[in-house]
């Protein structure tokens, strides 16, 4: 793992570097000097962040600027590491606030830090890396079936193709079953309410979920669109209800319930984000679209469940609601009937 630290004591750097060797497989001090552009160049995994007062009248400490610009172009955790930490207000994942001390557990603790960051840093490497090399073989492959000789006026037309492809083969996995949390966009790609999305709003301490149900083109709003309905269908998500699934010891049940219960969707949890879950089908309700769309709605876009879940999602719902309402048949009296036919039919 690449480290940066930015520190104005050298001599304080060079303790803290010493410190940090067995855990960085390349590692870089710098002082407030340095440059936006070195630091892009050194790509660091983990930068660890002084902050230093500056000019009185800006109230602005020294690292807050770099904290900034790394923030807004990168990926790379933070570990603000200073005598006053709390002097930069920013909050996010991944940066982490650890206040100096004389001794050495506020080390231990940045080591800490080290350590629980770096299995990230291994997962963002690997998609990296995963991403180059599908795109080297989408290229290496597609370029003889599909380079055009008058390639001037088609190249944005090879860009979606190749695209496409990338992320159709690296969601491709033929050697595995996906993990449940595979179905979700996490968090969602933008603020565009789609069906089959599970909205949230907090409400006195506690979170409340709610699924949307209308078909996505009557919810667009890109290009200044005006949502097409006045009310949409809306469903709660409700706890993972054990007795309501009429839970058994058999796993072979079990798995049939969840997949295919007819009235409800089950939705599985995404550890410590969100807890497994399902919809009733039975209990759909409309709402005044506003209540989503309004710009002061308290409802947020928590997840999107990405094709071909979202198919399954609509499929299920209409079945469910599609399905014919039929009247009571005496089929005890067919049944007796039958048997006595049968009964005929075998005596000699």
């Given at each position: 793992?690449?480290?940066l630290?930015?520190?104005?004591?050298?001599?304080?750097?060079?303790?803290?570097?010493?410190?940090?060797?067995?855990?960085?497989?390349?590692?870089?001090?710098k002082d407030?000097?340095?440059?936006?552009?070195e630091?892009?160049?050194?790509?660091?995994?983990?930068?660890?962040?002084?902050?230093m007062?500056?000019?009185?009248?800006?109230g602005?400490?020294?690292?807050?600027?770099?904290?900034?610009?790394?923030?807004d172009?990168?990926?790379?955790?933070?570990?603000?590491?200073?005598?006053?930490?709390e002097?930069?207000?920013?909050?996010?994942?991944?940066?982490?606030?650890i206040?100096?001390?004389?001794?050495s557990?506020?080390k231990?603790?940045?080591?800490e830090?080290?350590?629980?960051?770096?299995?990230f840093?291994?997962i963002?490497h690997?998609?990296?890396?995963?991403?180059d090399?599908?795109?080297?073989i989408?290229?290496?492959e597609?370029?003889?079936?599909?380079e055009p000789k008058n390639?001037?006026n088609?190249?944005?037309?090879?860009?979606?193709l190749?695209r496409r492809?990338?992320?159709a083969?690296?969601?491709r996995?033929?050697n595995?079953?996906?993990?449940p949390?595979?179905q979700?966009?996490?968090?969602?790609?933008d603020?565009?309410i789609?069906?089959g999305?599970?909205?949230?709003?907090?409400?006195?301490?506690?979170?409340?979920?709610?699924?949307?149900?209308?078909?996505?083109?009557?919810?667009?709003?890109l290009?200044?669109r005006?949502?097409k309905?006045?009310?949409?269908?809306?469903?709660?998500?409700?706890?993972?209800?054990?007795?309501?699934?009429?839970?058994s010891?058999?796993?072979?049940k079990l798995?049939?319930k969840?997949?295919n219960?007819?009235?409800?969707?089950?939705?599985?949890?995404?550890?410590?984000?969100?807890?497994?879950?399902y919809i009733?089908?039975?209990?759909l309700?409309?709402?005044p679209h506003?209540?989503?769309?309004?710009?002061?709605?308290?409802?947020?876009?928590f997840?999107?469940?990405?094709s071909p879940?979202r198919e399954?999602?609509?499929w299920?719902?209409?079945?469910?609601?599609?399905?014919?309402?039929?009247p009571?048949?005496?089929y005890?009296s067919?049944?007796?009937?039958l048997?006595?036919?049968?009964?005929k039919?075998?005596?000699p």
């Open positions: 793992m690449k480290i630290i930015i520190e104005d004591d050298m001599d304080n750097a060079e303790l803290l570097r010493i410190d940090l060797e067995e855990y960085s497989t390349e590692l870089e001090v407030f000097s340095v440059e936006i552009d630091i892009k160049s050194f790509d660091p995994d983990c930068i660890i962040l002084d902050l007062s500056g000019p009185v009248d800006s602005i400490p020294l690292g807050n600027d770099e904290y900034n610009e790394i923030w172009h990168s990926f790379c955790p933070i570990i603000v590491y200073s005598a006053a930490p002097k930069l207000p920013q909050e996010a994942s991944f940066v982490y606030k206040k100096k001390g004389s001794d557990s506020a231990k603790e940045v080591i830090k080290i350590k629980q960051i770096e299995p840093v291994k963002k690997e998609l990296f890396q995963e991403i090399e599908q795109i080297r989408s290229f290496k597609s370029a003889s079936a599909i390639a001037s088609k190249l944005e037309l090879f860009r979606h190749m492809r990338v992320s083969t690296i969601e996995d033929h595995h079953k996906l993990p949390v595979a979700y966009i996490f968090p969602p790609i603020d565009q789609l069906f999305d599970i909205l949230c709003r907090n409400q006195e301490k506690l979170k409340v979920y709610r699924m949307m149900l209308t078909p996505s083109c009557d919810l667009s709003t290009g200044g005006q949502v309905v006045d009310n949409v269908i809306v469903a709660d998500v409700l706890p993972f209800d054990p007795d309501f699934f009429e839970i010891t058999k796993v072979e798995i049939e969840l997949k219960h007819p009235s409800t969707i089950f939705l599985p949890e995404i550890p410590e984000i969100f807890c497994n879950s009733d089908l039975k209990k309700y409309t709402v506003k209540e989503f769309f309004d710009q002061t709605s308290p409802w947020k876009r997840l999107s469940i990405d879940f399954n999602v609509a299920k719902l209409i079945n469910y609601i599609g399905r014919p309402g039929l009571d048949i005496d005890s067919i049944a007796g009937i048997i006595e036919e049968r009964k039919s075998c005596d």
